[in-house]
């Protein structure tokens, strides 16, 4: 089966060919973090128009790549949500178009599920059930994933998303946008011990993550140490670097203890770890030694995989197409799609042999 997979949730302009949902014959993505870093963030409007600009190049260049045709594919998968809605509907208005002139099989994906799905490529099949952790600027939830397709929120950020936490930090320490990168590069030089923080915990005891008082944490230190953002491009301080290292040692510790609490309470087969911050040195790290202890093998997708592409919803799509479901011309896009669809049993039933309420 050959899935066009096309992508442009947020500031991406991505298009892919996957074979059999596992074999990339093409991925095509144009970035625009150029275009957004000057604002340190990404500008919907702009957004928006350069996926206009871009989409058909992107599409083209993707068949290019994969040396087939348009008449040889078998389906087209699209992001349909979550993101920013004007850059959804530009990847959805062109998936509707082309499928309607191909006559060909159309389904819409979710963007989170697409994460799922981008360690498809390079690691062994998924056995179920998996606990799956996407991480990224936009998103931080936690998913009990007992099947294929099946899916239960165990855990999701409460206020800011971790990627969104590392860029304000960035912005606030003149470090530049994005800001995951440059924190992990700088990290890497600093004392995670240095600068104490409080390991976010929530007051209902719910397993869920908040990054919002970390960020304002960060910003008191900043305020009563003294420390100097960065200007004009000026070598960072041991300081910086040390806060820099103390700031995403938390971040870490509390997606990875998280995840190993609810594995020990789920008792998955498989641990998934995505999303663009998967591309977090310490997190990957501190996720294997988790996994280690907890007798699971843990998949990560590789770093191009890891940001927004049409790869994985291609993936995402061809199980889809697989299962007979189809979507119609009217198709639209949903900014606050949810991926959960299931009410799971409590742990302790299931390990009884309770079956999952699905």
């Known amino acids: 089966m050959l899935v066009l997979g096309i992508e442009t949730s947020c500031?991406?302009?991505?298009?892919?060919?996957?074979?059999?949902?596992?074999?990339?014959?093409?991925?095509v993505i144009a970035s625009q973090i150029e275009t957004h870093k000057r604002f340190g963030g990404v500008v919907p409007e702009i957004a928006s128009r350069e996926h206009l600009d871009k989409i058909v190049s992107i599409v083209s260049e993707a068949f290019t790549q994969a040396n087939v045709s348009q008449d040889e594919l078998d389906g087209i998968a699209v992001t349909i949500g979550p993101g920013l809605v004007g850059s959804l509907l530009v990847g959805?208005?062109?998936?509707?178009?082309?499928?309607?002139?191909?006559?060909?099989p159309l389904?819409?994906?979710?963007?989170?599920?697409?994460?799922?799905?981008?360690?498809?490529?390079?690691?062994?099949?998924?056995?179920?059930?998996?606990?799956?952790?996407?991480?990224?600027?936009?998103?931080?939830?936690?998913?009990?994933?007992?099947?294929a397709g099946k899916y239960k929120v165990v855990a999701r950020t409460r206020d800011d998303a971790a990627g969104e936490a590392f860029d304000k930090v960035a912005k606030l320490l003149?470090?530049?946008?994005?800001?995951?990168?440059?924190?992990?590069?700088?990290?890497?030089?600093?004392?995670?011990?240095?600068?104490?923080?409080?390991?976010?915990?929530?007051?209902?005891?719910?397993?869920?993550?908040?990054?919002?008082?970390?960020?304002?944490?960060?910003?008191?230190?900043v305020r009563e140490s003294g420390l100097q953002p960065l200007t004009n491009g000026e070598e960072p301080s041991q300081a910086i670097k040390d806060l820099a290292a103390s700031f995403q040692s938390i971040v870490v510790r509390s997606l990875v203890g998280t995840m190993e609490r609810l594995a020990e309470e789920y008792a998955p087969k498989t641990l998934i770890v995505a999303g663009g911050v998967a591309c977090n040195g310490a997190l990957r790290d501190a996720s294997r030694a988790a996994a280690t202890r907890l007798g699971l093998p843990v998949y990560f997708p590789s770093p191009q995989l890891s940001t927004d592409n049409a790869a994985m919803i291609a993936a995402a799509g061809t199980v889809k197409l697989l299962a007979g479901e189809r979507a119609g011309l009217d198709l639209n896009a949903d900014v606050t799609l949810r991926l959960q669809n299931i009410e799971v049993e409590d742990a302790e039933l299931r390990r009884a042999g309770v079956r999952y309420k699905l």
């Open 11 to 27: 500031d991406e302009t991505a298009a892919a060919i996957v074979r059999e949902g596992r074999e990339i014959l093409s991925s």
């Open 174 to 221: 003149g470090l530049g946008y994005p800001g995951g990168p440059v924190i992990e590069r700088l990290a890497r030089q600093g004392n995670p011990l240095a600068v104490k923080f409080s390991l976010p915990r929530m007051g209902d005891g719910r397993p869920d993550f908040s990054f919002s008082g970390l960020k304002t944490a960060v910003t008191k230190y």
């Open 92 to 104: 959805v208005s062109y998936a509707k178009a082309m499928a309607f002139a191909l006559d060909k």
């Open 107 to 147: 389904v819409g994906v979710n963007h989170i599920e697409g994460h799922v799905y981008s360690v498809a490529f390079e690691n062994p099949p998924i056995e179920h059930p998996a606990l799956a952790l996407i991480v990224s600027g936009g998103h931080t939830n936690l998913f009990f994933v007992p099947e």
